[in-house]
């Protein structure tokens, strides 16, 4: 009797145009947001997902998907400056960093900003108040790239950077 009910739904499924349908619920870790998520494809071919009973196409879906934010990390930069100095044998870069998500900011405080350029990788140590200031020394940088973290000691790796923030990408100013 159950055997013949699962392939009335199933035959009923395929009547109706369904090939596939798989169905998630997206929850960001420590978070009490929920999502009931619907990937669908039908007999035509057309493809779509139905988030939280609302019908997106593929292409609003990735949109969707990217403006939800991410509480992996717990600090992104606030306000960001790289500028070239007045010889243009150096970049300033100064600007500080705000708690984006509490809990894993107190799990893992930042301590240390990395700067990562053409000629490799530096750091500069943060304030209590979450700024730096750093003079690099990189004439030809075009763009530097800041992440917050802090330091840890392993017997086998020595020094290891361990990232609590997300990636920022500054394009360098000219000295005015």
Known sequence: ?????????ALAATMLGVVSMTSTTAQA?????????????????????TIDGKHYTPK???TWEAKQVNKRYGY???VVFAKKSKSGKSV??????????????KQHKATYVRFKT???????????KLTFKKTIKAPKAK???IQAG?????????KVFHKVSTVAQIVVKAYK
């Not at 053409?118 to 209590?128: E, P």
């Open 29 to 49: 870790k420590g978070e009490t947001e929920t999502h009931s998520v619907t990937e669908t494809t039908e007999a035509d071919g057309t493809h779509y997902y």
């Open 1 to 9: 009797m159950k055997i013949t009910k699962i392939i009335e739904v």
């Open 118 to 128: 053409y000629k490799g990788y530096q750091s500069a140590k943060l304030t209590q």
């Open 76 to 78: 992104d930069s606030a």
């Open 92 to 105: 300033v870069v100064t600007g500080n960093f705000e708690v984006l998500n509490a809990k894993e900011a």
């Open 60 to 62: 609003a879906y990735a």
């Open 143 to 145: 763009t530097v790239s």
């Open 150 to 158: 802090y330091y840890s000691k392993t017997k086998k790796k020595g």
